[in-house]
């Protein structure tokens, strides 16, 4: 467990994480800027195309 802080991440982790984050971003803008949360909605949708072109190689 405390080995996998000095693990370095992956390129598919970096874009998980970035992933994640832009889906949370776009729920809470939901609540209260619907433009907003569907541009962060469709950057977190370019990262998962990423992500599947990564796993495909």
Known sequence: MIFNLFKKKSATDK??????KLMAESHHLSKTN??????KYAEAQ???????????K
């Open 34 to 39: 619907r433009i907003e949360s569907d541009k």
């Open 46 to 56: 370019d990262i998962l195309r990423q992500m599947d072109a990564a796993d495909t």
């Open 15 to 20: 874009l998980q994480e970035k992933y994640e």
